[in-house]
């Protein structure tokens, strides 16, 4: 089973921006939909942005549409997510997600969260 490890989650003012990182523990990893998903205290989790296996197509939540980029390096099996213009709103736990197939309620592989803190 593939294992996902997010990272560079932490304190940003607001305007600023993050990148996160999801390392795969195998090379599998670059036959997957990849995506990214949030939990912002006392909510339900939400979808933020997908990127296909193939790294041609993506999608993103309206609420992060022209401010988070998805991308990844299949060389290193990481995933980013690259945050601009952050709000306080975007505060959350963001956590890496993996699967054959992309259903926008998650799929099959998550990471353990990464904390994104958005100070005014």
């Known amino acids: 089973q593939v294992q996902l490890a997010e990272s560079g989650g932490g304190l940003v003012q607001v305007g600023g921006s993050l990148r996160l990182s999801c390392a795969a523990s195998?090379?599998?990893?670059?036959?997957?939909?990849v995506g990214w998903f949030r939990q912002a205290p006392g909510k339900e989790r939400e979808f933020v942005a997908v990127l296909s296996w193939s790294g041609g197509s993506t999608h993103y939540a309206d609420s992060v549409k022209g401010r988070f980029t998805i991308s990844k390096d299949d060389a290193k099996n990481t995933v980013f997510l690259y945050m601009n213009s952050l709000k306080a709103e975007d505060t959350a736990v963001y956590y890496c997600n993996a699967g054959l197939l992309f259903r926008p309620d998650g799929m099959d592989i998550w990471g353990k969260g990464t904390l994104v803190t958005v100070s005014s």
């Open positions: 195998e090379r599998t990893i670059t036959r997957y939909a």
